[in-house]
């Protein structure tokens, strides 16, 4: 990894034997800055189109935190409901090129997941996770609300469920309330159970008949069709509530204890 990496992070994929690999990484426990959400939707969407992949992997580099979900150096940096929406449409644009690639996309969740990475979780056709994998909705807690990854969570686990996680900004859930709520398809105990069982399920879509896969993610994605303006129209909210002082100072104290 180069010292650019490091610092800025990485969107990165590679192709092998059908499986396309995306792979994402930020220093600041893989949060989602604009620019990775933008690469991020883009290899989607590229490989969605692309014949020789039969199946996509969506993963993030290193052993701990799946994905922290919204960059707060970033959101600190808004100072308009423009660069607002800007900002928060990236992670529409993400979940709707998961929604709309024509491949299943498998997530592979070794460890927490907080705020969009719970969306992308959600967002993905089967998600397979270790033990370690807590999630949590915390939007609410800084000000936001989780407007635009709510759908998917919804769509996902219900509105029971996504309301409690929405509501209890706060509290954790562990991988076995995920799992019972059916936001993770299987939970492993190590990641190297976790790792088998992706391997596995990829292996085994790579050798099915494309045609058949298209067809039933179109099914099981029904109803979404309007997605592409609801996603939006979330973002704009979340990039107005962003700026208000009570945002503001809790992102602030969100910082320090990190």
Same mark, same amino acid.
């Given at each position: 990894?180069?010292?650019?990496? +490091? ?10 034997? #059908? ?46 935190? %799946? &994905? ?32 709309? &690639? ?10 927490? &997941? ?28 800084? #000000? !936001?609300?989780?407007?635009?990854? #709510? ?5 996902? !686990? ?8 929405? +509501? ?24 190297? #159970? ?59 104290? %969100?910082?320090?204890?990190?």
């Amino acid at each position: 990894m180069s010292i650019k990496e +490091i610092q800025e992070g990485y969107v990165k994929s590679e192709i092998h034997n #059908g499986v396309t690999t995306i792979e994402f990484f930020h220093p600041q426990s893989n949060s989602l800055p604009g620019k990775i959400l933008e690469e991020m939707a883009k290899e989607i969407h590229f490989a969605g189109t692309h014949t020789e992949t039969k199946v996509i992997v969506l993963k993030s580099a290193g052993e701990k935190a %799946f &994905c922290a979900g919204a960059s707060f150096d970033e959101l600190l940096q808004i100072k308009n409901e423009k660069e607002g929406l800007h900002f928060f449409s990236g992670f529409a644009h993400v979940i709707n090129a998961m929604r709309k &690639c024509p491949k299943f996309i498998i997530a592979r969740v070794q460890g927490k &997941c907080v705020g969009g990475g719970v969306g992308l979780a959600a967002a993905a056709d089967y998600a397979i996770a270790t033990e370690k994998a807590d999630i949590k909705l915390s939007e609410l807690a800084v #000000g !936001i609300g989780p407007f635009v990854v #709510g759908p998917a969570v919804e769509r996902k !686990i219900g509105v029971a469920a996504f309301s409690a996680l929405a +509501i209890d900004a706060a509290m954790w859930r562990n991988s076995d309330w995920a799992k019972k709520k059916g936001l993770f398809a299987e939970v492993h105990p190590d990641i190297a #159970g976790m790792d088998e069982s992706v391997e596995r399920l990829a292996f085994s879509l790579s050798h099915s008949s494309p045609q058949a896969m298209e067809e039933l993610k179109k099914i099981t994605w029904k109803g979404t069709e309007h997605w592409d303006t609801l996603l939006i129209e979330r973002a704009s909210i979340s990039g107005r509530l962003v700026l208000n002082s009570f945002t503001r100072n809790a992102i602030e104290k %969100f910082k320090v204890k990190a």
